[in-house]
T-cell receptor, first 114, second 113 residues
Framework: DSGVTQTPKHLITATGQRVTLRCSPR?????VYWYQQSLDQGLQFLIQ???????AKGNILERFSAQQFPDLHSELNLSSLELGDSALYFC?????????????FGQGTRLTVV | GQNIDQPTEMTATEGAIVQINCTYQ??????LFWYQQHAGEAPTFLSY????GLEEKGRFSSFLSRSKGYSYLLLKELQMKDSASYLC??????????????FGSGTQLTVLP
């Protein structure tokens, strides 16, 4: 158990809908990272938050947004969902704000868009 | 731009040694990660190299050559539980929001008895 909690574990929704994925980092970790893992594109870095502020941005679509709250949990919002958004979404956390450090991954949320 | 290449699949025998190679092209290179991912599970951190050379951690070692854009993960005394996907990831970008962590597609290692 990495100490990172993601909910829900599974989510099935229809195209065009909006969903929110939630992540609670390890106790004491200030950084939260979001990743998308699909069969055809592998693991892709989406975005990083550090202590409530956006720190780094990867290949995140404009339809996607994230935020980190004062209690350091984070939410990833996916809107206008398309079939291609079906993937495993991982959250990871680390103590530091820099990315050159070990990150601990949650078990992921499997999103299926039908 | 960012580009990571690693073999798609490898097979080795229990007790043997296997080397998984990774080449990268990353602007503003700032380090190379290796992660292990068992099927259906989350990735787990194995190593991070930012300086040239070999870093050993138990049965696993990781090597980096910055001038060649090359890294490898060496697994010794292979065990069946080492069957997993091994992900190479390069950290690039200048700073702040420009930071990028780019993953390779992973090398699926199968350890045979």
């Amino acid at each position: 158990d990495s100490g990172v909690t993601q909910t829900p574990k599974h989510l099935i929704t229809a195209t065009g809908q909006r969903v929110t994925l939630r992540c609670s980092p390890r106790s004491g970790d200030l950084s939260v990272y979001w990743y998308q893992q699909s069969l055809d594109q592998g693991l892709q870095f989406l975005i990083q938050y550090y202590n409530g502020e956006e720190r780094a941005k990867g290949n995140i679509l404009e339809r996607f947004s994230a935020q980190q709250f004062p209690d350091l949990h984070s939410e990833l919002n996916l809107s206008s969902l398309e079939l291609g958004d079906s993937a495993l979404y991982f959250c990871a956390s680390s103590a530091a704000g820099t990315m050159n450090t070990e990150a601990f991954f949650g078990q992921g949320t499997r999103l299926t868009v039908v | 731009g960012q580009n990571i290449d690693q073999p798609t699949e490898m097979t080795a025998t229990e007790g043997a040694i296997v080397q998984i190679n990774c080449t990268y092209q990353t602007s503003g290179f700032n380090g190379l990660f290796w992660y292990q991912q068992h099927a259906g599970e989350a990735p787990t951190f194995l190593s991070y190299n930012v300086l040239d050379g070999l870093e050993e951690k138990g049965r696993f070692s990781s090597f980096l050559s910055r001038s060649k854009g090359y890294s490898y993960l060496l697994l010794k005394e292979l065990q069946m539980k080492d069957s997993a996907s091994y992900l190479c990831a390069a950290l690039g970008g200048t700073s702040g929001s420009a930071r990028q962590l780019t993953f390779g597609s992973g090398t699926q290692l199968t350890v045979l008895p």
